[in-house]
């Protein structure tokens, strides 16, 4: 009777304990993914409050608004949560850390934050790689080095709906199907970003540099488009010209390129071609770069753009990966920006040219 008892005695605490657990992750997840309040202006960098970011105020009858058509952020409302520093590591020539960025349910973004050690607040350059690729060369320390030898700090994140960013999506939504929203969106990080970088006061917010490749080159040039405290552009083999890209690119499968020559998508990405954004940076330090061996950006878009560069833009081409692999290799193909910026090379990371022979 006794044991009967203890059995039944444990089974109800096991039953109470189960609720209770339930209860909690319910409360949990309801109040974590709430958004701001109605008096947080548009576009401000979130202060703490009572412990709490931004996304844990009860109030669920306020979303973030976001326009998809545009790069700019004046038709959009996004509320940024608390940053979250999640890891902070010094590897002599440089310190890198890692921030837990917010302002959409669901999508926290985690921003690379690398910085050339003895360099007094270096210019900060977004690096912004196209898709399918993620932000795991950010924890290479020889990457690392190389993108801070010329004394600028290295700023990465994955671009929408790529890495880690694609998350509680079906299977059939890819960046090129949701292209509207991961250029747009994409486009908004990089100036949220700048507001939050602007907040730290250990970079010179008066020099910033984006460098962009394949989609990523793209947004670069959307979010430069978009917001004048970008000085200097580099870009490598952006995708563009839509109309001609949709149907010869290699980044879409065969199978799939008549989805994407039909009216109804060509209509929703015309607005965010950057052959009709490329004239609105002739005010900033431009360079354009193509790799002919680069089939996901066909031969006749590579003309349509560089026809839309603005007359100051610089202009380079490469005619096989090995021409490009040689221009750049070493960290080279990052000494345009520093030249740009006029950064300072870190002391420690500067190796020391032999004398000349006689």
Known sequence: MFLGQELINMRKMHSMAGGLLLAYCLLTVSTSCLPAPADRKPLAISKVESGKSVLDRPNPGLKPVEDWTTPFLNTSQMRPAVPIVTSSVDEGDFTRQIVSLQWRPYDSIYLYIIKPKVVLNPPPVLFLYGYPTS???????????????????????????????????????????????????????????????????DLDMTRIGIFGQGSGGTISILAAGADPRIKAVDILTPWGDWPHWAQATSAIPKKDKSIYTLPKFQGRVAPLDPVIWLARLKDRQLRLQFNDDDAAVPAECRETMKAALPREATFVNFPTNKALYAASAGGHLFDWMAKQLNAKPAPSQITATPPAKP
């Open 135 to 201: 932000t795991k060369r950010f924890l290479n320390n020889s990457y690392c080095s190389r993108i801070t030898a010329g004394g600028c700090a290295a700023i990465g994140f994955d671009t929408a709906l790529t890495g880690e960013r694609f998350r509680m999506r079906p299977m059939r939504e890819w960046f090129v199907s949701e292209m509207p929203e991961s250029l747009s969106t994409s486009a908004h990080d990089v100036q949220l970003i700048l507001n939050y970088l602007a907040t730290r006061n």
